[in-house]
């Protein structure tokens, strides 16, 4: 399986394949459903900002590794994104790991 490109609005010029928040009809999906869509698509890794996913989800026997990012705000994530490259290509499948992002 081919890892797709980590945090893929670090190069908007390249898409990078995703799974929609929304269905045809613009109907906005669970995580639930969204963590479900990435494993039947064959997604490896699972990149949110959510920090109560796993307290909000069951992710005992997921195969998908989930990778969370401790500061999602731009404006100090793009000066650390190398953290979050490095947490993606760490990622085993059915793994929890939370990114500290630190402020500075």
Do not use: C
Not at 77 to 102: N, S
């Amino acid at each position: 399986m081919t890892k797709v490109r980590p945090l893929h609005f670090v190069s908007i010029s390249q898409p990078t394949p995703s799974l929609r928040h929304e269905n045809a009809a613009g109907i906005a999906l669970s995580t639930a459903i969204l963590l479900y869509e990435a494993e039947m698509a064959g997604f490896e890794v699972f990149v949110t900002a959510d920090k109560n996913l796993r307290y909000q989800q069951n992710l005992e026997g997921r195969r998908i590794a989930i990778v969370v990012i401790g500061n999602a705000q731009w404006r100090i994530l793009q000066h650390r994104v190398d953290l979050v490259v490095r947490a993606v290509d760490a990622a085993a499948p059915g793994t929890y790991v939370e990114v500290f992002i630190p402020f500075r």
